[in-house]
């Protein structure tokens, strides 16, 4: 009876072992799993200013800025502008908003016209985690 409870034991401990696996230090490729998505303002909609903006993310979690935590980051969003790759860090200036303080939404003043808004997920030293942690919409605000 306690040899199995062992053999137990030891199956358990081997499955939690791989399940923990090591995690992504700082800031590696994301995985399949891991994303950002906007909750709202919708693609193609057409929305007034200030418009409501809601950050999505999947497979990672939100810590505010200051060290570079496996897994973790906050949130940027970008204005009419690219997207910086993987690594660099993102400048901050009227294109190039911060959420450090783990802000997930934002009510941001946009003049009338098309504008393409872009999420991008950064490790806690504003080094982006790239394309596979970035989403975009295209909006038109009245
Ligand atoms: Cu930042």
Redesign the pocket.
């Given at each position: 009876m306690q040899y199995r409870f062992a053999v137990l034991l030891a199956a358990a401990a081997a499955l939690s072992a791989c399940v923990s696996s090591p995690p992504p230090n700082g800031n590696t490729p994301p995985s399949a799993a891991q994303g950002v998505y906007f909750i709202e303002p919708a693609d193609g909609s057409t929305v007034s200013s200030p418009v409501k903006v809601k950050f999505g993310l999947k497979g990672m979690t939100v810590k505010p800025?200051g060290e570079i935590v496996a897994g973790t980051g906050?949130h940027?969003l970008l204005i009419d502008a690219a997207s910086p790759k993987q690594g660099d860090v993102?400048p901050?200036d009227e294109k190039h908003l911060?959420f450090?303080k783990g802000q997930t939404e934002t009510e941001l003043k946009l003049p009338p016209g098309n504008h393409v808004l872009t999420m991008q997920f950064?490790d806690g030293l504003?080094q982006s985690y790239g394309d596979a942690m970035s989403a975009s919409v295209r909006i038109t605000v009245q």
């Amino acid at each position: 009876m306690q040899y199995r409870f062992a053999v137990l034991l030891a199956a358990a401990a081997a499955l939690s072992a791989c399940v923990s696996s090591p995690p992504p230090n700082g800031n590696t490729p994301p995985s399949a799993a891991q994303g950002v998505y906007f909750i709202e303002p919708a693609d193609g909609s057409t929305v007034s200013s200030p418009v409501k903006v809601k950050f999505g993310l999947k497979g990672m979690t939100v810590k505010p800025a200051g060290e570079i935590v496996a897994g973790t980051g906050h949130h940027h969003l970008l204005i009419d502008a690219a997207s910086p790759k993987q690594g660099d860090v993102i400048p901050a200036d009227e294109k190039h908003l911060h959420f450090g303080k783990g802000q997930t939404e934002t009510e941001l003043k946009l003049p009338p016209g098309n504008h393409v808004l872009t999420m991008q997920f950064a490790d806690g030293l504003h080094q982006s985690y790239g394309d596979a942690m970035s989403a975009s919409v295209r909006i038109t605000v009245q």
